[in-house]
C-alpha cells in the first residue's frame, strides 16, 4: 500500500491560505482578481493551484506542473446560474472540462487543444466537502490530456486516468475513495495500484500517453502497468 501522507489534510489547507494568486505558468490561466467578474473565485483558485504546486505529493506537484507545461491553454470558468457554465445534465455544480475548439468530444484529440475547466467557487473552498472531493485535480485531468494531444476518445479511459488522481488527493486528505464513476464503472485504478506497488507506473500514463492499464484483474492490470511504464511518448489516441 501507498505509504500515508506526511500532511495531512489540514496541511494542504495551510498550503492554500498561504498561496499567491500568481500562476505558475501563462499555460494556466488565471485572470486578475480586480479584472474579473467574482475576484473572490480568481483569488481562490490561484491559491488553489498554487498550493497543488507545492503539495507535499509528488504526483499532485507534476499533475500541476504538467498542466503549465502543457502546449496548449487551460482556462478556468466558476460555474454560476449561468446555465452556460453548467455540465451537459443540467448539474450547476457538476465540474467538467470542456475543449475549446467545439468538437464533440467522443472525436478525441491526438494535437494539442485548448480546454476550459468549469467549477463550482465551493470546489476551492479549503475543507468543504467538494474541495476535499478533489474535483479540481478530477478536472485538470481532463484539461491536462486535451492540452497535451492525450484526450481518449474513450470516456471510461478519460474518466478512470481523472479518478486516479483524484483518489491520488483523497487519500492526501483523508477522504474516502472513489470506486466507481456514478455508478456506471468501476474507478479502483488507484487502489489496485496502490496494493501491488504500481501506483507511479499507472501515473505514467498519465503523464505520456493516451490509454490507461485495462480494468482486468488486479494482478493482471497492474503487471501491464508495470510493463508500460517507462514509456515516454504520447500515443496516437485509442
Known sequence: ???????????????????????????????????????????????????????????????????????????????????????????????????????????????????TVFIPQVALEVGSPRWRSGLLVHELVHALDLASGRYNRDYTVRERRATFMQNVWRHDVGSRLRVSYHGRFSTVDYQVAAQHGAIAAYANYIFTRADFPPPAAPAKAASHALRGAGVARAVVVA
Open 1 to 115: 500500500m501507498r505509504p500515508a501522507s506526511k500532511r495531512p489534510w489540514f496541511g494542504l489547507m495551510a498550503l492554500v491560505l498561504a498561496g499567491s494568486v500568481q500562476p505558475a505558468c501563462a499555460r494556466l490561466v488565471v485572470q486578475d482578481p480586480a479584472q474579473a467578474a467574482d475576484p473572490a473565485f480568481d483569488r481562490k483558485l490561484g491559491a488553489m493551484l498554487d498550493a497543488l504546486g507545492r503539495s507535499n505529493d509528488a504526483l499532485i506537484r507534476r499533475l500541476h506542473d504538467a498542466a503549465a507545461a502543457a502546449p496548449g491553454a487551460i482556462r478556468f470558468r466558476e460555474m454560476t446560474d449561468d446555465p452556460a457554465t453548467w455540465s451537459s445534465d443540467g448539474d450547476p455544480q457538476r465540474g467538467h472540462t470542456e475543449p475549446d475548439d467545439g468538437r464533440p468530444k467522443r472525436e478525441g484529440r491526438n494535437a494539442p487543444t485548448d480546454a
